[in-house]
């Protein structure tokens, strides 16, 4: 495995990127200066149907992507798979890894559903406290 060729692009922390390069590029699909147009076109895309509420959580509590991020990289490899530059099971892989990233995304939701639940009933015992 260690022989394997690997993306020539760095992550934005400076880290070598890891990833698997295309067959015509040094660079994987993320990195491919050629792909630019087109991951731009799937962030618009992503972008678009969003509320207040979905901005604010739109970072994904597993901290590595943002849910534009994975949506923008999941679209990018649906089309890939669909004209055949990727191989299918690389796209259920992706798929799957996405489903959990955003599995712990809702737990992390609900526990903080839970914590304001728990705020707000101890302010109202307060009050009440107060209040009698
Ligand atoms: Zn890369």
């Known amino acids: 495995m260690s022989d394997q060729p690997r993306c020539r692009a760095h992550n934005k922390d ?6 698997m390069p295309q067959t015509h590029t040094p660079f994987c699909q993320w990195h491919d200066p050629e792909r630019v147009e087109e991951r731009a076109e799937w962030n618009r895309k992503g972008g678009k149907a969003t509320s207040t509420e979905a901005k604010a959580r739109r970072t994904l509590k597993a901290g590595v992507l943002t849910a534009e991020d994975l949506r ?3 679209g990018v490899v649906f089309v890939d798979v669909i004209e055949g530059r990727t191989e299918p099971a690389v796209g259920t892989a992706t ?3 996405a489903r959990a990233l955003l599995d712990v995304a809702r737990v992390a939701d609900v526990e903080e559903q839970v ?3 728990r705020r707000d009933m101890a302010a109202f015992a307060e009050r009440r406290g107060a209040a009698g």
């Open 14 to 19: 400076g880290g070598p990127c890891g990833a």
């Open 95 to 97: 798929a799957t890894i």
């Open 72 to 74: 923008a990289r999941l």
């Open 115 to 117: 914590a304001q639940i």
